[in-house]
Each structure stands twice: as C-alpha cells, then as structure tokens.
Nanobody
Framework: QVQLVESGGGLVQAGGSLRLSCVASGNLFGVLAMGWYRQAPGEERVWVARITSAGVTLYSDSVKGRFTISMDNAKNTQYLQMNSLKPEDTAMYYC??????????????WGQGTQVTVSS
C-alpha cells in the first residue's frame, strides 16, 4: 500500500500564492508519476497537473502559466506552487499517484485532500 499525505492548503486572497506538498510513503516500488486533482463543491474531481520521475510535466489549461508542479524524488515528495490564485481555484486539492511513470489511466492512490480557498 501507498500512503499520500498533503499539506499546505489554506485561505488566501485573490492574486496570492500557496504551495501544496504531498509526501508518499509505503510500498512505493520506485518513483512513478504523481499529480494533483481538485474538486470544487458540487462539481466533479478534475485533473490539474502531473509530473513523471524524469520531470516531464503537464498542466490543465485552467492553471497553465500560474501553477508549477515539481517532485523531489529523494524525498518522495511532490509540490504544487500556485501563483496568481483566483476565486475559481477554490477547491479541495488531492494528491494522486499512478502505477506507471507516464500518468496514463487513472491514479491508483489518493491523498485525503487539502482545502484551498481563494477570497475575492
């Protein structure tokens, strides 16, 4: 089993920044693709960004240019630097980990989520 624990959420004004972290532990079987999803109240969970062990990144159009995903392989930790936050970024953010290093298919493991609230 793999455990994912997020931290770093909170309340911030529009235009501000937050940095989310996610630590992976357990039977990791090496470094695989990780990423972030988010779910706003009453909406479906949607993909935000993902990164491979080689540092290849991909972003959803809604966050491209504002969010940066990174990973410290030695610490089994991924980060999501969120800048120029907007009220529509308000959501529960979930850390995710795939069972492959391409981010293909659905993630296998999920964190418990960390709340991000952006006030206008």
């Amino acid at each position: 089993q793999v455990q994912l624990v997020e931290s770093g959420g909170g309340l911030v004004q529009a235009g501000g920044s937050l940095r989310l972290s996610c630590v992976a532990s357990g039977n990791l079987f090496g470094v695989l693709a990780m990423g972030w999803y988010r779910q706003a109240p009453g909406e479906e969970r949607v993909w935000v960004a993902r990164i491979t062990s080689a540092g290849v990144t991909l972003y959803s159009d809604s966050v491209k240019g504002r969010f940066t995903i990174s990973m410290d392989n030695a610490k089994n930790t991924q980060y999501l630097q969120m800048n120029s936050l907007k009220p529509e970024d308000t959501a529960m953010y979930y850390c995710a980990r795939w069972s492959n290093d391409y981010g293909i298919g659905n993630p296998v493991y999920w964190g418990q989520g960390t709340q991000v609230t952006v006030s206008s």
